[in-house]
């Protein structure tokens, strides 16, 4: 759909922040939408539909130990660690109360990115439907099968394809070629070329296009869907995808509960998500207000080049409305964040879960990652940086709701750099250090 400048200028009136939108400003946006948790009866997912997602990883682990040296130690368990990271807050410029933790999914085993929720998560159930419809396996079986040459064989004869900007790509294209899949992923032209090469070193088959991610999701899902056996990962729609990621939800609750860190009305935690197309912000968010209820309050980051999801749910078009409708380029150097249209699945849903969005400037994101490789000696890529600033932009909506600061646990979720080259990383890092 092409919108007239009457429909932007429209828009712009009803909603005053998209002047700052638009130029480039970092804005902090509090959700109108936000519903009370009994609303949640109402979504198109169920605490169950979670529950039987968890229990989907318990019966491949036995697989993903034996494939996956990194994860005989969680005995083949993809999660996590939650870390303190107390010195990096005291850098901070506005001091802030509460606890403040990082949970590491950039040490995500197999791929090391959030991805590595919803994307192995989505393959292996497309693998399990289909080993279970060819009568080859039951739920009852030993799924170190998925190793066996006969597996293999069949799952030869049928292909996966996705879109995407890096880390999504990463994760599919990993495990499918692993299985025995013919995987194909198509790239932006701006993904980072390190991505692009270690998936063809696995085997995957990797094109690139010219444009951006909604480019490359569109040619994907097209050339997907015209093979009969082909299946496509559609990041901008897919109820598999949200519900691989919602799972971290019950597992982030166990390790808090280790920590013996409360949550309740009283003793609330604030999570800040980085956000491209939607998807894993929205599928954790969905998960932990399931979990939480309303003692969890959720914030997704977006670069101000490519504030997407922010511009969906504010102006209430959703994916209907692209960046590129306002003039915004989508050219941002967190690359798994340069999504110019949001997911039309996980934004419907996220639209009365999440409290709200703020946007961060590349250059910020840079000089994060230097603080807190200097204070924690934790190495993440830049967008996996965005959450770091949460607390600090989340003080006048604390203020609005009346929240004791003190007896808060905020949470900023890395989402990728295990698998940055060193060189990669090193010129991150050097950048960072730069611009401080």
Known sequence: MVYSQKDINDWQHRYPLLKDIIELEPVFWINPNLKKNEASASLPLTREDMEKAELLWHRFAPFLAAEFPETKESNGIIESPLANIDKFKRTLSTPVEGEFYLKCDNELPIAGSIKARGGIYEVLQHAETLAIEAGILTKDDDYTAFSSKEFKEFFSQFSIGVGSTGNLGLSIGIISAKLGFNVFVYMSADAKQWKKDLLREKGVNVHEFEGDFSIAIASGREKTIADPKGYFVDDEDSKHLFLGYSVAALRLQKQLDQKKIAVDEEHPIFVYLPCGVGGSPGGITYGLKQVFGDNVHCFFVE??????????????????????????????????????????????????????????????????????????????????????????????????????????????????????????????????????
């Open 303 to 436: 670069p101000t080049h490519s504030p997407s999801v922010l511009i969906g749910l504010l102006t209430g078009e959703m994916e209907r409305v692209s960046v590129q409708d306002f003039g915004i380029d989508n050219r941002t150097e967190a690359d798994g964040l340069a999504v110019g249209r949001p997911s039309s699945f996980a934004t419907a849903v996220s639209d009365n879960l999440v409290s709200g969005i703020y946007t961060i400037e590349d250059n910020d994101l840079y000089k994060l990652l230097a603080i807190l490789a200097d204070t924690e000696e934790i190495f993440l890529e830049p967008s996996a940086t965005a959450g770091l600033a949460g607390p600090e932009r989340v003080l006048s909506y604390m203020e609005k709701k009346n929240i004791n600061a003190k007896n808060t646990t905020h949470i900023a979720w890395a989402t990728g750099g295990d698998l940055v080259p060193e060189s990669d990383m090193k010129s991150f890092y050097d950048k960072g250090k730069s611009l401080l």
